[in-house]
């Protein structure tokens, strides 16, 4: 067996390599995951990390293709999480030692927007004694308001790139200067630039996509130097300008296993980063994400949304766990993860040890823990 494990990282250094890894099948298929999970076990170890997820808003200025909250979908309730709804939900992940927490909406950069995120920020670091980290996944913004954010509390950022090859990111997205792909870019390597751990991801799956975008999509990450990771199976919305493409997609199953492929070969690429079991794959596949965890993937996001705005943040169709509170998330979340043989890291931070390696000049607020 161990000439087959020699092949299999050969294989992750060239972009043909990868391309076959990610179209893997069957018997290799499964050899790959295997892999992929001893090396996580021996460089990263069997702790799964929490993100308590917030998604406070669906108001976004922007109309990416795919996504089924787009600014020009009119066939949604729009809504608004007052803040102390928001901090009810931090202090739920806070007495929960969840150790972290995401803040996740639509895009908006208005003032009122940045000074709230910034006010939110102040205070979930302030009822959690600086012990919550804090992980904002709200898009595009300019390098101060991103500084801004730093110095408020938020010390990992997730922008997606979606696809780093330039042609197919306008294919799912307006070409026009809201969507400039040289701008999420440049977002990125200001958000590295200014402390971030800085984290990316890709959708897997899409219309018009080949296993060697996705292969020069890991080479992206590689090259960028990313801390960690969020990405899985694209979903299609019917209320998105994409759905017409529908008949052209791979079968939801391949797409599911192209996903934990993905994962899995990135995991051999960049053993010490940290890579989210993605929600998504759940709503392809009820173990989808414990399976993630099993070939590669360290960080879970459970949704702690208030549960009557839940069913409102559809950004592609089926979502699981719409419908539950927050507790019978953490619950459910318990057994699947010792099912999958990881154990959960209560009240740690779990930053990608990638990043330490490398860590900012600036410490984050609350230290490193
Ligand atoms: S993907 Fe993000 S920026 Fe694009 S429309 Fe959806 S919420 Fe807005």
Known sequence: MKSDSNKIKKATISAEGLSRLISLKGEARQRLWEE????????????VFFRGLIEFSNFC??????????KDNRNIDRYDIPDDAILS??????????GSLVLQSGERSDDRFVERISRLLYEIKK??????????????QT???YKEWFKAGAHRYLLRIESSDEELYYRIHPRDEKHDYQTRLK?????KELGYQTGTGVMIGLPFQTYEHLAKDLLFMKEFDVHMVGMGPYIEHHDTPLYRYR???????????????MIATLRLLMPDINI?????????DPMGREKALKCGANIIMPNITPTANRKNYLLYENKPCTDEGADDCTNCLNVRIAMAGREVGYGEWGDSKHYRKKPPSIPPVGGRN
């Open 36 to 47: 992929a999970g001893k090396v996580q076990e021996k460089v990263v170890g069997k702790k």
């Open 127 to 140: 009822l959690s004694k600086g012990e919550l980290g804090i992980t904002i996944s709200l898009g595009e």
């Open 89 to 98: 939900a931090a202090r739920f992940a806070y007495k929960n030692r969840y």
């Open 61 to 70: 200025t922007k109309n990416c293709y795919y996504c089924g909250i787009r």
């Open 187 to 191: 977002c990125l390597y200001t958000l």
């Open 143 to 145: 390098r101060e308001t």
């Open 247 to 261: 008949e052209q997609l791979w079968p939801l199953q391949r797409r599911f296993e192209v996903a934990l492929n």
């Open 276 to 284: 989210a079991a993605a929600t998504a794959l759940q709503a392809i």
